[in-house]
Structures are given as structure tokens and as C-alpha cells.
């Protein structure tokens, strides 16, 4: 993508109602545009991010055999009365309206209800069974602060999956699968290294929960974690946690955390309050067991801004990033001809390049590659040219080299 | 993918409720999933049509330089106060909730005001003009009746894309380049040869507006054709157009046809009531020209499957099925071997197959394949293998062959 035909720009302006640090990253450099508080729109290069993580995650679950669907956000009033999460009492997110004839509706959460409702339709027998489906939808939920930018929002992408079985045994088992795959994500997203496994409270959920934390200090919880990092333990469940891992609470120390996953055992509490099963192999009728796995899509995102981002900018994991590579041109027609062949060669090899063609002064782009997070900086200039060199430099160790062209394409090789 | 891990079913029961033909057909090949009137999610099959329309659609708006975002669907009242569409009595297809401290909010129908509100932010000097951005994303309108499946939704899947302009001749220089994309698009669909750009009223939206309508015994419009189907006029504007073009308007017939993609030039109009300018040149304020181009995909979609099915079940072109094989397998031990053989080489070719490996009688599976609407079965079976053949049959013509090896191969390669 050429920049001069971008239509976002950045801008050295603080958002003066954006408290979260993301959000200010973001809204500078014009991955995300400000709706309302707790309401993006993401713009050509955040969907780039978004899209990403998205495939990361598309891959990670079609390998636990998740089959991609899409439910609706309309939900009907009958799906959640059975459960009791249509009252507002019990959930407090709800975003409500009306049809024309006076029917009420709300807009999609959580869709745990919505899947079970459906996948009655197609499970009759223990031989449908297990089956595990997963959907990216945009969640609404009336919150009542929305100060986290893209990490706690009132509109946010997510990943939810769904899997349906007919012993706890087998829930169990494949619960286990995805807690693997989840982990697979987050090392993908580039925050392996310092995201847990964490026992959960639950909530108004369930309490056969887990969270996956990442120790983030934008985040919003706090994790126990010993010197090591081998142990992390939510603060709710500190004592309990002490207790059976045969560890003094006093070596756990408290660090900022923010939940990147969160995943559910309903058992068979909602099946059998919705009245949902199938005829096991001895003929009976019996409730189907539900487990759930959610990942904030954009929330991971926001995550990843607080986590890896400098007194420059954003820096962007490679796996995450928009672009791999920032190239820029200062000088000249030489300079014009050398960076336009150079991007037309990366570009035919696959490499994503995001190419600073604006006449613009050469600091202006080095500090707008800086902002962007772009991992890979590569300079085109006449006196580069002269010497046959190109500059290099990498945005998360802000080293910078002269390179030959072919130690460019190896260095950019290596690093994919 | 294996037909015994997908975990939709066939159904031979039509949805009582449902009168629409596209969504009872869907419904029975489990392509789609009725949440309540006029809201459907989709299933594995389905969203890969969905997807197949989407990649289609963002190949050709990539081509006229529109650049991807997605906006929210959560509208501030603000937004739309400005030009009047807040009003219920203007827009009759709101939906709107309020947030926490009361404030009203709405949910997206479509997004002109949203988007030039947006884009102010970036542009500030004609340098910065023209642009145009889309996106896909589920809109939601409230709809008084929903009778007619995927074709007409209370949320559906929309692309919109919106052009920004200097000036009006830039604007309508593009907006001829966009409908010659849009006719790419339909093309594309297999749906070139029965759609026609015609002249729309405009309604509450514009006057300078168009609509790209399909021939198709479902549709809710009549458009007016001569014999050789080379003129076609929207009924509402058949005396205008006769005389336009000088033609007696005895010589069009009426023919019953569905709106598949709707564009408008809004001009300056909401830029004025918005106060949405540029600096131009001349260093003067002016207001953006402004033209918006929809296409609903669900909807394509719904058209797509009223259009082609027969008596036996939906029929897919080739380029928006969701695979392009049917594989069926009859027989024992050795049946089971050479298909799967063959379904390995298939999808390591590229080539998408839906494989029927389910313990079905040869009857259930033929009908399912039809039902399903996949463009090409392949047969195999103990009395092929003896022969060495594979049986090969269209869906569209219904012609059965029996080929070799090479000559299957040459076949499904040929109509890739």
C-alpha cells in the first residue's frame, strides 16, 4: 500500500477524551476512529491487525475441528427466559429495543443460549455429538464505563466457540484441547511469554471456569505470581489457590494483569433449563453438556498496544502487524525509481509493504514508521543508492544497519 | 470436508413458517437457521457462500481503489440529527436503545452520516480527495414485515461503500467506473446476463439514484423490458424513460425482478446539512461531494438461490458454491479406499470438496448432493472401480457421464 493513497493520517494530538493508552496509540497513528466512548470503527490498516489475529485464532480452531458459522446479534426474548439471563437483574448488558408489533429484542452479548437453541435442530442422537462451532461476531454490551479504548467496549469483536457433548468426560477432554490451542494463539500473538492460566471465579457465569491473564499493566485485574513466573493465580481465588498448590501465599507477588480469554463448563445447567438433548446409545433422553471459549479480538489488540508500545509508538509482533515492512524513499527521481522497484519486488514476493511515497521530510516518516509499529524499517536514499546499500532498522530493538541487497532480502527472509 | 463431521443435517420437511422459497430451501439444506422472522444465521455451508459473495465483491471494490474498514454498528443520535434521519418518521427502520445514563442510541441501517462524520477527521484539502471506503458489516433495520427469507432481513449482511469527492465531475466520473465494477460483481455471481442498471426513484434517499436489478420470479419489483431484454426501466419511472429514449412504452413488458445492488450521488447535500468541508485549491471552504453504492450479499445471495433452483434443490454457480464437488461414496472396504485416495488429491489440488462419507443409502446421498446444489458430483463406487471410471454429473444440466481418470481430472480442472 502506497501511504499517499491511505486516507488515514497520523497526528501528534493526544485524543483529550481518551484515558487508555491503546486508545491514544491507536486513534495517533489511524488504526481506530472514536464513535462514541467505548465504540470504534477500525480504519484500512487496524482491520489489517484485526484480520490478523482473527486468522490466528480461524486456524487455531478449525484445528480443534471448530466449524465456523455466524449467528445473529437480534436475539429473541423466548431464547434467554429460560435461563433466566434475559432479566436485567441478572445480566446488566443488555441492549434492548422493540419491533414494530411491540416485540422485544435484545442485541447478542453472548450467544451460549442462541447456539444451544440451535443446535437442537441438528443434534438428535449421541452420534451428532461432540460437536464444536465458533463464530467472529461484533458483541454489544451496555456498559457502564467505557474508559479501557479498545479493551473494554460497548461494540467489540469476538471469537466465541461452543462445544456440545454427551459425557463431562468428553467436555472435560476437549476443554483441555482448546485451553492448548488457546495457548497456541496467544504465543502466536506474540504474548506467550506472559500470559496464564488461571482458575476463575466465574461470576454470574459458572464456577467451572478459567481466564487466561496476561500480565499487562493496562490491565484491569490483578494476578499472584510467583518469582519465576511459573505460577499465576487470579486474586479471587488467592487462598484457595495457595491452599492446594502447598504454597505460602506470601511468595505469590501482585502484578497488573488483563483477562485475553475466558472459558466456561456449563455442564448441563443449560441444557437442562432449556429443555435441550439427545437419545444416548441406551435409548434414554439426556441434556447435552456445554462448554464455552471466548477471545476479545479487539481486546487482544489493545492488549498487544500496551504491552510492546515505546515512548515512539506502537510496536507491532510480526504475526499481528498491518505491514511487515515500512519503506522509505528520501530524494529524488533516482531514489523514486529504486524505492518503487524495491516495493514492486517485496510486494511480488508476498512481503507486505506498507511504502512511504509522500513528500514529506525524511524525520517526519522515520517517526511516522515509529508511531505505526511497523516492525521492519527500510530506507531508500540517493546516498544509500550511491553506495548500493539499503538502511535497515528494526522498530522493537531500534537497530539500524546498512545492507547489501542481498543481505536485505536474507534479513527480511529470515524474519517471516 | 467430511459430510459426517459437518454438523448441519438435510431436512425434506419445509419450514411451516417460512413461504419464501430461498429460506425454505436454505433452511432444508441447512445452508441457514431461522432465529425469528426476517434474522437467519449461518451455518458452516452458508457463511462459505457468504464468504465466496464477499471475496468476489472486495476483488472488484479493491480494483476501483476503495479501501476496507469496518464502522460500528452503535450510531450517535448527533450524527444523524443534521440532515434529519434520527426521526422516526423520516427513517421508519430504526433500532434504538438507550445507554446506561440514558442517552438514546441507534443501530446501524446504513452509514452515510457515520462515515462523512468519520472521514472529516482526515480530509481537510483537496489533496486529500477523491477517496472512497466500504465495508461489510450486518445492518440492522427494523423492518414492519420479513416474509421474504434472506432477501429482505431485519439484519443482513451489506457491503456499502462511500466516494468523497472535490467535485462533482470527479464524483460522477466515478461513480461510472463504480458501476461498471458493479456489473463485474453480478457477473461474477452468474447473474450478468439477467441484471440490468436501471433508473430508481430515489425515494428518501436522493434523487440521483440507480438500482441494479435481477430478473427473478421472486422479486418485489417490475422492471419493464423489450424483447431482446436490451432496455429495462423501473416501473415507477416508465413514463420518463419512454420518452427519454424514444420508445413507445407498449413495447416493454413487465417482468417481476429483485433490487441486488443500489447506488446514490448525494451531491453536496450532506456535507452542507452536516458541515462537513474541505479547503480546495483556491484556498476556499467547500463542501464534499458525496455517493454511496450498496450491495446487499445476504441478499445476493437469497436472489441467487431463487433464480437457479429447481425442482430437486438449490443450484450454486460455480463461483459462490460453497464447494465445488460433491463426492459420493457407495460401497464396502475398497469404495472407501479409492475415495478417500480421491478426495486427498482433490484438496490437495485446490479443488473444494464436499465428501459424502456417511453410511447412506446411494438414493439419500444423490438427493442431498441435489438438495445442496454443489456444481459437480463425482461417483465411486465397487461397479465403477471394476471399470476404472468415476460417474460425473452436473448439477445445472443434470448430464451423467462416465470418465477415466485423466478425463475427470480434464473435466474438474476445466470448469475451475
Known amino acids: 500500500m502506497r501511504l499517499s493513497q491511505l486516507f488515514t493520517k497520523t497526528s501528534k494530538t493526544v485524543p483529550a477524551d481518551e484515558t487508555a493508552r491503546n486508545a491514544q496509540l491507536l486513534i495517533r497513528a489511524g488504526y481506530v476512529?472514536?464513535?462514541?466512548?467505548?465504540?470504534?470503527?477500525?480504519?484500512?490498516?487496524?482491520?489489517?491487525?484485526?484480520?490478523?489475529i482473527k486468522r490466528i485464532v480461524r486456524e487455531e480452531m478449525n484445528a480443534v475441528d471448530g466449524q465456523e458459522i455466524v449467528m445473529?446479534?437480534?436475539?429473541?426474548?423466548?431464547?434467554w427466559e429460560n435461563?433466566?439471563?434475559?432479566?436485567?437483574?441478572?445480566?446488566?448488558?443488555w441492549f434492548?429495543?422493540?419491533?414494530?408489533?411491540?416485540?422485544?429484542?435484545?442485541?447478542?452479548?453472548?450467544?451460549?443460549?442462541?447456539?444451544?437453541?440451535?443446535?437442537?435442530?441438528?443434534?438428535?442422537?449421541?452420534?451428532?455429538?461432540?460437536?464444536?462451532?465458533?463464530?467472529?461476531?461484533a458483541k454489544l454490551r451496555n456498559e457502564l464505563r467505557a474508559k479501557s479504548g479498545i479493551m473494554r467496549g460497548r461494540e467489540f469483536v469476538m471469537k466465541d466457540m461452543y462445544s456440545l457433548h454427551?459425557?463431562?468426560?468428553?467436555?472435560?477432554?476437549?476443554?483441555?484441547?482448546?485451553?492448548?490451542?488457546?495457548?497456541?494463539?496467544?504465543?502466536?500473538?506474540g504474548l506467550g511469554d506472559s500470559t496464564f492460566v488461571t482458575f476463575a471465579s466465574g461470576g454470574a457465569f459458572t464456577k467451572f471456569s478459567h481466564e487466561f491473564q496476561t500480565i499487562c499493566d493496562a490491565g484491569e485485574d490483578v494476578l499472584y505470581?510467583?518469582?519465576?513466573?511459573?505460577?499465576a493465580v487470579n486474586e479471587e481465588v488467592l487462598d484457595d489457590a495457595a491452599r492446594e498448590l502447598g504454597i505460602d501465599k506470601a511468595d505469590l507477588k501482585p502484578v497488573k494483569s488483563a483477562e485475553v480469554g475466558n472459558i466456561f463448563k456449563f455442564g448441563t445447567d443449560k441444557a437442562e433449563q432449556m429443555g435441550v438433548s439427545f437419545t444416548d446409545s441406551d435409548?434414554?433422553?439426556?441434556?447435552?453438556?456445554?462448554?464455552?471459549?471466548?477471545?476479545?479480538?479487539?481486546?487482544?489488540?489493545?492488549?498487544?498496544?500496551?504491552?510492546?508500545?515505546?515512548?515512539?509508538?506502537?510496536?507491532?509482533?510480526?504475526?499481528?502487524?498491518?505491514?511487515?515492512?515500512?519503506?522509505?524513499?528520501?530524494?529524488?527521481?533516482?531514489?523514486?525509481?529504486?524505492?518503487?522497484?524495491?516495493?514492486?519486488?517485496?510486494?511480488?514476493?508476498?512481503?507486505?509493504?506498507?511504502?512511504?511515497?509522500r513528500d514529506e521530510r525524511p524525520g517526519a516518516k522515520f517517526a511516522d514508521s515509529e508511531l505505526l509499529g511497523i516492525p521492519q524499517r527500510v530506507t531508500v536514499s540517493d546516498r544509500l543508492i550511491?553506495?548500493?546499500?539499503?538502511?535497515?532498522?528494526?522498530?522493537?530493538?531500534?537497530?539500524?544497519?546498512?545492507?547489501?541487497?542481498?543481505?536485505?532480502?536474507?534479513?527480511?527472509?529470515?524474519?517471516?
Chains 1, 2 share one sequence.
Open 33 to 52: 476512529y472514536k464513535v462514541m466512548a467505548g465504540v470504534y470503527a477500525y480504519t484500512p490498516l487496524g482491520l489489517r491487525v484485526l484480520e490478523n
Open 72 to 79: 445473529s446479534s437480534l436475539q429473541r426474548k423466548e431464547t
Open 83 to 93: 435461563t433466566g439471563r434475559w432479566d436485567d437483574e441478572v445480566v446488566d448488558v
Open 96 to 137: 434492548k429495543s422493540k419491533l414494530k408489533d411491540e416485540t422485544e429484542v435484545g442485541f447478542g452479548w453472548s450467544h451460549e443460549e442462541a447456539i444451544l437453541e440451535m443446535m437442537q435442530q441438528f443434534i438428535k442422537s449421541y452420534k451428532d455429538l461432540p460437536t464444536s462451532v465458533y463464530q467472529f461476531q
Open 166 to 189: 454427551a459425557t463431562e468426560e468428553d467436555m472435560d477432554q476437549y476443554y483441555e484441547t482448546v485451553i492448548e490451542a488457546y495457548k497456541r494463539c496467544y504465543e502466536r500473538f
Open 225 to 231: 505470581v510467583n518469582d519465576d513466573q511459573t505460577i
Open 283 to 357: 435409548g434414554q433422553q439426556k441434556p447435552i453438556y456445554l462448554a464455552s471459549y471466548g477471545i476479545g479480538i479487539t481486546r487482544v489488540m489493545g492488549v498487544i498496544v500496551e504491552k510492546f508500545a515505546d515512548d515512539k509508538g506502537i510496536v507491532w509482533p510480526e504475526a499481528v502487524a498491518p505491514y511487515r515492512v515500512y519503506l522509505v524513499r528520501i530524494g529524488g527521481d533516482e531514489a523514486v525509481k529504486h524505492a518503487d522497484k524495491l516495493y514492486k519486488e517485496l510486494t511480488s514476493k508476498g512481503i507486505e509493504v506498507l511504502y512511504d511515497d
Open 386 to 416: 550511491e553506495t548500493e546499500k539499503y538502511e535497515y532498522t528494526s522498530r522493537k530493538t531500534g537497530q539500524t544497519s546498512e545492507l547489501t541487497r542481498s543481505e536485505l532480502f536474507a534479513t527480511l527472509n529470515k524474519s517471516s
